[in-house]
C-alpha cells in the first residue's frame, strides 16, 4: 500500500523493483499493489502513468527499455502490465477507512506534513493495516516516535520497519462518519481480500 502516492512515481517504481525481484528468484507472483491520494486529479494522472522524458535521469535505459514506452516525442508510459499491478483509488489517510492484511506499506515524505498527534494515529494505522511481520518504509526525515513497541527498526539509515505482535494501539482511531471517498476504498479492500482486481 502507497498512501499519499500523488502522480504515482512512487507505486511505479515499487512495482518494477519488485517485479524485478520475483524475476530474479525466478517465482511468478500475483502482485497487487494499492496506492491512495486524496488528490483526485494526482490519481488520474497516476493512472494514465504518462511521465515526461526527463524521467530518463534517475531511470535506467535497461528499465526504461524493459518497463516504458514512449507514447509521443515528449512522454514515456508505465507499460500495461506495470499499470495492471497498481490499483489507485481515494483517501483520505486521516478520516477513512484503512486497508488491511498488507504486507508493505511505503508512506514516504508524508508524515512530516501532519502534527504529532495525527502522525501518532498514522503509526498506529499503518500498525493495524500491515500482516504481522510487515514492513514499513518512511521518508528519510520521519520515524515511528514513541510507538517503538509497535515496530521493530530493520535499517534507521533507509527508515525500514518490520511490524511487530504489540497490541493494538490507544492512538488507533476509525472513522465514525460516512466520508467521500470511504465506500470506494473499502471496495477496493473487499475485492481484494477477495482475490480479484480492478482495472
Known amino acids: 500500500w502507497v498512501p499519499g502516492c500523488a502522480s504515482g512515481e512512487e ?19 500475483a502482485l497487487q499493489l494499492f496506492a491512495t491520494d486524496i488528490n483526485e486529479s494526482a490519481l488520474e494522472i497516476a493512472r494514465q502513468g504518462i511521465y515526461p522524458l526527463n524521467i530518463a535521469a534517475d531511470v535506467s535505459p535497461e528499465r526504461l ?15 500495461k502490465e506495470v499499470r495492471e499491478t497498481v490499483v489507485f483509488a481515494p483517501q483520505n489517510l486521516v478520516c477513512d477507512a484503512p486497508f488491511s492484511r498488507m504486507d508493505l506499506i511505503s508512506c514516504r515524505n508524508l508524515l512530516i506534513y501532519l502534527e504529532p498527534e495525527i502522525q501518532r494515529q498514522v503509526i498506529a494505522l499503518f500498525h493495524f493495516a500491515l500482516h504481522p511481520g510487515g514492513y514499513l518504509l518512511l521518508g ?17 539509515k533507509w527508515r525500514l520497519f518490520r511490524r511487530t505482535t504489540a497490541r493494538r494501539s490507544s492512538a488507533l482511531t476509525f472513522p465514525t462518519a460516512q466520508l467521500p471517498g470511504r465506500d470506494r476504498s473499502m471496495r477496493y ?3 481484494y481480500a477477495a482475490g480479484t482486481s480492478q482495472d
Open 11 to 29: 507505486a511505479y517504481s515499487i512495482a518494477i523493483s519488485l517485479i524485478e525481484a520475483f524475476a530474479h528468484r525466478h517465482r511468478r507472483v
Open 65 to 79: 527499455k524493459q518497463f516504458f514506452t514512449q507514447e509521443d516525442a515528449d512522454h514515456y508510459r508505465v507499460k
Open 189 to 191: 479492500e473487499l475485492d
Open 140 to 156: 528519510p526525515s520521519e520515524s515511528i516516535g514513541t510507538q517503538a513497541e509497535l515496530f521493530d527498526t530493520l535499517s534507521k
